[in-house]
C-alpha cells in the first residue's frame, strides 16, 4: 500500500496563488520515481476528477479546465509530488488528493481543502 499525505491547502482569495505537496512517507526514492502520479480534485456535490499527471519520465498533462494555470512537478528524492495553482478560480474550490496513475483505492489520503472565495 503507498501512503500519501496531501498539504497546502486553505482558504484563497480569486486570482490567488497555493502550491499544495504530496508526500510519500514509507516510500524509497527509487521505488517513488517509477510511479505515474496524478493530482485529482472533488469539488462539493461532484464526482472526484484528474486535474493534472506527471509520469515517471516528468511528461505532464492537464485538464483543460486547470491547463496554464496549474504546475505539477515531482521530487522524486524528497519524494513529493507538488501542484502550483494560480488565478484561482472559485471553480477550483475542492478537496485536492493526490494518488497514482491509475488511481489505486488504498492510497487516497485525507486530501486537502482549497476553498476559493472573497
Known amino acids: 500500500q503507498v501512503q500519501l499525505v496531501e498539504s497546502g491547502g486553505g482558504l484563497v482569495q480569486p486570482g490567488g496563488s497555493l502550491r499544495l505537496s504530496c508526500k510519500a512517507p514509507r516510500l524509497i526514492t527509487s521505488t517513488f520515481s517509477a510511479y505515474n502520479m496524478g493530482w485529482y480534485r472533488q469539488a462539493p456535490g461532484k464526482q472526484r476528477e484528474l486535474v493534472a499527471t506527471i509520469s515517471s519520465g516528468r511528461n505532464t498533462d492537464y485538464t483543460d479546465c486547470v491547463k496554464g494555470r496549474c504546475t505539477i512537478s515531482r521530487d522524486n528524492s524528497r519524494p513529493t509530488v507538488s501542484l502550483q495553482m494560480n488565478r484561482l478560480k472559485p471553480a477550483d474550490t475542492a478537496v485536492y488528493y493526490c494518488?497514482?496513475?491509475?488511481?489505486?483505492?488504498?492510497?487516497w489520503g485525507q486530501g486537502t481543502q482549497v476553498p476559493v472565495s472573497s
Open positions: 494518488n497514482l496513475v491509475p488511481v489505486r483505492t488504498a492510497s
